[in-house]
């Protein structure tokens, strides 16, 4: 209810500001509802169920599909927040919460899932790394969608091009992973690719930094719950 209010309100104060009109808004909540489509399909993608192609029943299978729709999504969504017009970090983050919400209580309801749901949420542990996960997700989303309203899309990619390489240090300093020396050769080139990225853009690598710890501490996270 409080993001509902949040999100309500900036409607009126950006009608009142930027002279939204009728069609405009109506424009942007289809903006919002083609978002939900496609993080729905990549959950289908991530159960097996993709629609436009067939997805084998390995867990290798079902990763690669998964994170294709996963990339897919994250890649146009600059678009669609371009296509929004002028529009603060925080309402964007904010109509995120509320149709995701509304969409995931679609597939928990679809999917049979509400139970598994309460068994989850009285675990004090899983609620707590939940609410942990969530606080860094939020930040991550804000300085995303900041920077690619204010035109510093490059400095948003870049952190995802770094967040792989954090992803791999926890795996092997937190998690106790392996690497072999091909794996090791492949992260070295990669790493030298984000340093020479980072030359260029150093007037805003703290968004590329932020977005790139965050997002490996929420995966990190998520995995260890």
């Known amino acids: 209810l409080p993001v509902c209010a949040l999100v309500a309100r900036r409607e009126l104060i950006l009608r009142k500001e930027v002279g939204l009109t009728r069609k405009y808004f109506v424009n942007r909540m289809q903006n919002y509802i083609v978002t939900c489509t496609l993080f ?3 959950h289908r993608a991530a159960n097996g169920k993709a629609p436009l192609m067939h997805i084998s029943a390995s ?6 599909a998964a994170g294709i729709a996963a990339y897919l999504c994250w890649g146009v ?5 371009k296509l929004l017009g002028p529009m603060p970090a ?3 983050v904010a109509n995120r919460v509320i149709w995701s919400v509304v969409v995931m209580a679609l597939i928990l ?21 939940m609410f942990g996960s ?7 989303w804000v300085i995303y969608a900041w920077a690619v309203m204010n035109g510093h899309i490059l400095a948003a990619s870049l952190g995802y091009f770094l967040n792989p390489l954090i992803n791999v240090a926890l795996g092997v300093f937190v998690l106790g992973e392996h690497l072999s020396r091909r794996q090791v050769a492949g992260i ?19 968004i590329s930094v932020t977005l790139g710890v965050s997002f490996a501490l929420y995966g990190l996270i998520r995995k260890t719950a």
């Not at 969504?77 to 927040?81: A, K, M, N, R, S």
């Not at 969530?134 to 991550?140: C, E, F, V």
């Not at 080139?189 to 340093?195: E, H, I």
């Open 188 to 206: 070295a080139l990669a790493a030298l690719g984000v340093v020479l990225l980072a030359v260029g853009s150093l007037d805003m690598l703290w």
């Open 59 to 64: 867990p290798r299978s079902k990763g690669y």
């Open 40 to 42: 729905a399909l990549a």
């Open 90 to 92: 925080g309402t964007v």
């Open 77 to 81: 969504l600059p678009i669609y927040f």
């Open 134 to 140: 969530a606080l860094l997700i939020g930040l991550n």
């Open 109 to 129: 309801l679809a999917t049979n899932s509400l139970r598994a749901l309460r068994a989850n949420l009285s675990q004090f542990s899983v609620v707590r790394a």
